[in-house]
């Protein structure tokens, strides 16, 4: 087992039980005692655990040892919810989606029923909100933390691997020529690995974002499959992107169809 998986172990054990000693994971990871211990100073310098004698605990229990004490503040909370609701149309049982970091993405993971269903994330907040799904298989590539995201060249690799059906995507702006983007650099190649292995790529962004582009372009807009927005989108708005062939969704129909 490489050290990407062992360590998304470790979490999800830690998730679960809160605690758990060197000898439970070696036992149940089939490595050293040294290995385990190698690990958990690992996830200890990206501030997800925290070193006890023997054994490990979650950093800040409360909040599943990866959260700061609040969740941001969601802008637009109430687009949000109608875009989360549309995304979840687009998911079926025992699908293999990846939720992209984000507000939105977050609000999907909450609206989600506890059901045969695999999701890949890389989002804290995500992680916290799924791990009491328990017929939810909870996949975290791992990584070093970017805020409340979750980054790093190995777990970039680990997600190309995957077999991912559908993948919910973040972005800063959307725009005609710039496609998406976003203002750092740090999370782009999870959102790339994300792009270029699911089969099918929804963005998910409220109507404020059209027409808007940030300082690095991570994605075209012909490498989607469709964007997800709220009904606060304006026929004019959609003009550009519907004329490229970009399919816009809101509410239950495609932007442009009889019903707008």
Do not use: W
Not at 95 to 115: V, W
């Amino acid at each position: 087992m490489n050290p990407i998986r062992r360590y998304e172990k470790i979490m999800e054990v830690l998730l679960m039980n809160k605690e758990v000693t060197v000898a439970e994971l070696s036992e149940r990871l089939q490595v050293t005692g040294k290995t385990i211990r190698e690990d958990l100073s690992k996830l200890e310098e990206q501030g997800l655990i925290r070193r006890i004698h023997g054994g490990a605990i979650l950093a800040q229990d409360d909040q599943f040892g990866i959260l700061p004490s609040k969740e941001p503040i969601a802008k637009n909370a109430e687009a949000k919810v109608e875009i989360a609701l549309e995304a979840i149309r687009h998911i079926a049982k025992n699908d293999i989606i990846a939720l992209d970091g984000g507000s939105t993405t977050l609000e999907i993971a909450r609206r989600l029923d506890n059901q045969p269903l695999t999701v890949v994330t890389n989002d804290v907040y995500i992680i916290s909100e799924l791990a009491t799904k328990d017929q939810i298989l909870l996949v975290v590539p791992g990584g070093y933390r970017v805020r409340n995201m979750l980054a790093g060249s190995e777990a970039n690799s680990y997600v190309r691997q995957l077999n991912i059906q559908k993948a919910f995507i973040s972005t800063t702006g959307v725009h005609p020529e710039h496609g998406l983007s976003i203002y750092t650099c740090d999370l782009i190649d999870f959102k790339r690995a994300l792009i270029d292995t699911a089969r099918e790529t929804y963005v998910v962004i409220d109507h404020h974002k059209f027409g808007q582009s940030a300082l690095r372009t991570f994605a075209s807009l012909d490498e989607i499959s469709a964007i997800i927005t709220d009904r606060g989108l304006t026929t004019e708005n959609a003009k550009p992107y519907r004329d490229m062939g970009i399919r816009i969704l809101t509410s239950g129909y495609e932007h442009g169809d009889s019903n707008s």
